[in-house]
């Protein structure tokens, strides 16, 4: 065939996710990824906003209440995901993602019928496990269909999207919140009626029908041939670059850790220390993540997409520098008793922190093949899960019960946060030592 017939042929109607590494036309695709992470983070975070009338309908300590929010949440998350991301490498993210999408949204509905801790664990794993599959199937993708030169950029669309996500959870929750308590929840055919914290669990899964439609025209890159003898899988290529890896992996813990936590229990701090009702604390937190944390997150994935060569070692310069900025403003935030200050210093924290969300996810796609992505990712998530979500918001409730009380979870918020800032603030330092700038060498004239 002749280059003149070729370029006169009419290009075919690209479908999500087609087209050249380098074309715009995967920026539907990163968009729906966005929004699926989205997704994943409303159905996550609503037990935050109902926190307080969960715990007072079931009789709940706050060592369960962060049981909840954090560790039954990661335990099968977490042992889930390498596997997952080994099929998403392999050519499965489509499939990955469905099947994720129909059980977390399942999970969700189950927590809003649970009579008892115990099936809101199980409601809490269940989602745990649907949701394993959404980081490394996204980044799969993205490595593969989206535009290389945006890497960051791409991967700060997926992080502002969970964090949107924390947002509608608080904003949509707390004013869905307060209009079924204007109501006096929902009324049901035999009569009984349904309490208003459980019916947006209920609720909360349906726009992942939406979803699911959409997933289905996503365009899958062909699986990658069989990789051949001595070839480097995740886990190998990690540990052959674990002095990079590791503290790396060390500052992301501890920024993670600040950003679930954070969110996991401000509701409750501003409802026990200010006075707010469930839902006004829920609206007004939402507020100001929606500002807030997308300032934080485009402005580092634009920092590091300008930086490209040294993308490498500014992204964990980037997390160093959060982690530390991180603890001024929790012990504003937590300490001051005029509330518009502490809210104040609560926005100031959001931005910061969606400043160590694309630095800590888009530092493992500079140091890994693209090959690779899926399954690095997924070992790297699930060890961030098991460390940080399923201990911060944890350690956070033990600190309320057993020192500082009801009433001190200010103080609670300072004293874990200074402590994760500071250790991920060294780790993230010698993240950036052990990364050396790529030369490369000059052809032979």
Same mark, same amino acid.
């Given at each position: 065939?002749?280059?003149?017939?070729?370029?006169?042929? !009419?290009? +075919?109607?690209?479908? #999500?996710?087609?087209? @050249?590494? /380098?074309? $715009?036309?995967?920026?539907?695709?990163?968009? =729906?990824?966005?929004?699926?992470?989205?997704?994943?983070?409303?159905?996550?975070?609503?037990?935050?906003?109902?926190?307080?009338?969960?715990?007072?309908?079931?009789?709940?300590?706050?060592?369960?209440?962060?049981?909840?929010?954090?560790?039954?949440?990661?335990i099968l998350h977490a042992l889930a995901m390498p596997g997952l991301g080994t099929l998403a490498d392999r050519g499965y993210q489509r499939a990955v993602l469905l099947g994720s999408l129909a059980l977390w949204s399942l999970a969700t509905l189950l927590a809003g019928l649970a009579h008892s801790f115990a099936i809101l664990v199980v409601g809490r794993l269940a989602l745990g496990l649907g949701q394993a599959?959404?980081? !490394?199937? +996204?980044?799969?993708? #993205?490595?593969?269909? @989206?535009? /290389?030169? $945006?890497?960051?950029?791409?991967?700060?669309? =997926?992080?502002?999207?969970?964090?949107?996500?924390?947002?509608?959870?608080?904003?949509?929750?707390?004013?869905?919140?307060?209009?079924?308590?204007?109501?006096?929840?929902?009324?049901?055919?035999?009569?009984?009626?349904?309490?208003?914290?459980?019916?947006?669990?209920?609720?909360?899964?349906?726009?992942?029908?939406?979803?699911?439609?959409?997933?289905?025209?996503i365009v899958t890159p062909r699986p990658a041939p069989a990789r051949r003898a001595g070839g480097p899988s995740a886990l190998a290529w990690i540990l052959r670059r674990r002095r990079t890896y590791l503290p790396h992996f060390a500052a992301s813990a501890a920024a993670v850790l600040m950003g679930q936590t954070l969110i996991a229990w401000a509701p409750s701090f501003y409802i026990r220390s200010h006075g707010m009702s469930a839902a006004e604390s829920g609206m007004s937190l939402g507020l100001l993540v929606l500002l807030a944390a997308p300032i934080g997150h485009f402005s580092a994935g634009l920092i590091l997409d300008r930086r490209r060569g040294g993308r490498r070692s500014a992204a964990p310069w980037m997390l160093g520098a959060g982690l530390l900025l991180a603890v001024p403003a929790t012990a504003v935030m937590g300490l001051a008793a005029d509330r518009a200050v502490s809210l104040a210093a609560f926005a100031t924290l959001v931005a910061?922190?969606?400043?160590?969300?694309?630095?800590?996810?888009?530092?493992?796609?500079?140091?890994?093949?693209?090959?690779?992505?899926?399954?690095?990712?997924?070992?790297?998530?699930?060890?961030i899960t098991l460390t940080a979500v399923g201990t911060g918001p944890l350690l956070l409730g033990i600190l309320s019960d057993a020192i500082f009380g009801a009433g001190g979870l200010g103080r609670a918020f300072l004293t874990l946060f200074a402590v994760m800032g500071l250790l991920g603030a060294a780790a993230a330092y010698g993240a950036a030592r052990s990364v050396r700038p790529r030369h490369r060498r000059r052809a032979p004239a």
């Open positions: 065939m002749t280059a003149h017939a070729s370029a006169s042929r !009419p290009a +075919a109607p690209a479908r #999500l996710g087609e087209g @050249g590494a /380098r074309s $715009r036309a995967g920026w539907p695709l990163v968009l =729906l990824l966005a929004a699926i992470n989205l997704s994943a983070f409303v159905d996550r975070f609503l037990i935050a906003v109902v926190a307080t009338p969960m715990k007072q309908a079931l009789d709940l300590s706050d060592a369960r209440i962060g049981l909840l929010q954090g560790t039954a949440f990661a599959g959404v980081v !490394p199937s +996204a980044l799969s993708l #993205l490595a593969h269909r @989206g535009d /290389r030169r $945006r890497t960051a950029l791409s991967v700060a669309f =997926l992080t502002a999207g969970g964090s949107l996500g924390r947002s509608v959870a608080l904003l949509g929750g707390g004013a869905a919140l307060a209009w079924l308590v204007a109501r006096g929840g929902l009324g049901l055919p035999d009569g009984e009626t349904l309490a208003p914290w459980r019916v947006l669990f209920v609720f909360a899964g349906l726009p992942n029908v939406v979803l699911a439609l959409l997933v289905v025209a910061i922190l969606g400043c160590t969300s694309p630095a800590a996810l888009g530092g493992i796609q500079f140091l890994t093949p693209v090959a690779l992505r899926g399954g690095v990712s997924a070992l790297f998530v699930a060890a």
